[in-house]
């Protein structure tokens, strides 16, 4: 699938490794050097990999896709998109961003007063926008204020009507007339899984009354010539082109009855939804996309500039929020898979009982005579003679072994239908779940919750791959599982290429490690993770390509994970005083002879560097024996 969803940026060699092309110009890396070279830098999985020229390149893409969309529609107007921080607000890149955008004028959103107070300093000269979205307070509207005192062109995006007083009194009192914009709460739906963004329940946004209201109090406070932009959002990852271009005609509308009452406006602001195609379908489903960036381009500037000719009004600067289509591609998340849980090894091995059971001759029958029966009808009695069998145990009368037997021929007769429907056309729906239900659980060292939030908030599909060993086939339909101590801690729906969305095909391990790569994740999922199982954050390389080596790379930086003291004190504990009381009962046991006291002091050395330790595991491979 490298080739639907990879956009020319990953790939796989004829070696089996997966590579990243940063500027789809040839220039590859391979993935798995990157993480060799982390590892000795004491950097081990989970790990953020940043292609910082991924990200440079994408900043160059959106801003060229407009102004070519722009010049081949001979469209009277410029693009001065803006990225909005919220998507993510990393410095690094937040700085890439700004300093690729330089020659295209490319500005920053700010949804709150902290990234307000980002995009103020970050934001260099006076030329390129930033735009104030989100609840206000006073002292929001204060520091957006404070950037029009010092020339920059802050354009204050109105929410709540309540917020257009306060802008009248704070300008005045501070002395400087604002530039202001109003949000439109369209009545074109959104689409997908942030669709509830507008439409008359959303928390966003003046209806049309509202931006009545708000021109007449503008009116009355003489602000009329500081009425500038129409914005409005239909929510992230718009699946469907015609969405798009519905809500791009109605705010159009609402920008051009703005101008004839008379206010000189200049700018239309699209706000984000250009979409990603996570799972390369090109499809209106909600992880894909049916257009492109540059379909995207040409009909916001094509759809503008007709209703605008139309109605006899000079065309808007356009601006755009796009965050997740400028950031999603640049990072990756590495994760190492470590152990195997695996129903076959220990269920497919019959427990003998001294006396069986009928329940298990009965099973036992189900397995040897499966020309006998259809598929369904086996499935629905070994069904039956499990829960039977389960039935008897908790009455007591079936003993261990007798348990045993009968789960593990439960299990057997489940795979043998499971191999009869992979070699079969038609599965009945009953069957459908069976390849799920018998997939192997690889366990990785990472959490969903800190690292891909809004696969289990939302059902968000990523694609993941194995990083390296793509020249051998895969014979292990595996689900993913992490180390958190929560069974929502998993993946196990996939992107949808060839069936395979209940499980993944993945390698057998082979007692070495084994990395997989989940890709396509620089958007909002940086953020988003939280401490779960007080997991903290996972190492972090940013890559840069080596310009004088054709395949070269190099780790501009490194950002070690937490450690266990960084998130126990973040939950108010203090490590130093864990450490003390830890020393004191140490101490207290020695007196009481339960340690010696050489080993008491280690006892407390040991805790103390699993402090400084980091929070995920600390793999060490134990040989194997079989059960
Ligand atoms: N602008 C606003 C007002 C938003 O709420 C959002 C996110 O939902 C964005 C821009 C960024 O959207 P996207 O990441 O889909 O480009």
Redesign the pocket.
Known sequence: GFKRWGSGHFGAGADGFVNVQPLADGREIRIMDVVNESLGMGLKAPLVIRFQDLLRHRVTQLNECFRKAIKEEGYDGEYRGVF?I??NQLREVVDEIVEAGKEFGYGL?A?SKPELMIALAMHEGTERLIIC??YKDHDYIRLALLGRKIGKKIIIVVEQLAEVDDIIAISEEVGVKPLIGF?AKLQTRGEGK?SS?TGDNAK?GLNTAEILFATEKLRAAKLTQCVKLV?F?I????PNIITIKNAVVEATRFYCQLVKMGFPMGFLDC?????IDYDGSRTNFESSMNYTMAEYARDVVANIRDICVASNVAVPDII???????VAPHSMLVVEVFERINKRETLGVQHQPKVKHKVVTDLELLLKNKAKLGKLERFHDAIQKKEESFSLFNLGYLDLENRAAAESLYWQVCEQIAKEIRDSGYVPEELQDLNALLADQYVCNFSVFQSLLDHWALKQLFPITPLHRLAEKPSVNAILVDITCDSDGKISTFIDLQDTKDHLPLHPLNNKPYYLGVFLTG??QDIMGDLHNLFGRVNEVHVFLEPDEPNGFYIEEALAGSRVSDVIDGVQYQWEELCRKMKAQIDAATKKDLVKPREGVRLVEFYEEQMRSKTYLNIERTPKKKP
């Not at 929510?235 to 718009?238: D, L, P, R």
């Not at 706000?271 to 979409?275: D, E, I, S, T, V």
Request: aromatic share 10%; charged share 15%.
């Open positions: 909005p919220k998507v959103e949804g979205n989100g949000r942030w963004s966003f914005h959002h929510g992230s990852q718009v706000g984000g939804g250009l979409g755009t929020e796009s965050g997740r289509a400028v958007a909002y």
